[in-house]
């Protein structure tokens, strides 16, 4: 059974900084694309970044870029996003995603984690 399994949401205030963490089991992803989506509260599941793809990227949502950097290992197992300068608005449930694929002018996941709080306060 494939399992992304997200750590490192929490509390934190405007402009600081946080790391999240996503490992994968059951398989790896050393050629396809990991990353990240986040939900907003009273928004839907949007895109925030990605990386591994064999066409290129890594590839950022406008709103987090400069802000965010994504990173994948070799091993394709670990997968992070660093979030600099967070402001209130980044609050969200942040999702891992591994084997996303383009859907329009986003992209969609195959594999998901559970999800990890980030809450932004001013």
């Known amino acids: 059974q494939v399992r992304l399994v997200e750590s490192g949401g929490g509390l934190v205030q405007a402009g600081g900084s946080l790391r999240l963490s996503c490992v994968a089991s059951g398989r790896t992803f050393s050629s396809v694309s990991m990353g990240w989506f986040r939900q907003r509260p009273g928004k839907e599941r949007e895109f925030v970044a990605g990386v591994g793809w064999s066409g290129g990227g890594p590839y950022y949502a406008e709103s987090v870029r400069g802000r965010c950097t994504v990173s994948k290992d070799n091993a394709g197992i670990t997968v992070t996003l660093q979030m600099n300068s967070l402001r209130p608005e980044d609050t969200a449930v942040y999702y891992c995603?591994?084997?996303?694929?383009?859907?329009?002018?986003?992209?969609?996941?195959?594999?998901w984690g559970q999800g990890t709080q980030v809450t932004v306060s001013a």
């Open positions: 995603a591994a084997d996303m694929r383009a859907r329009g002018k986003t992209f969609n996941g195959n594999y």
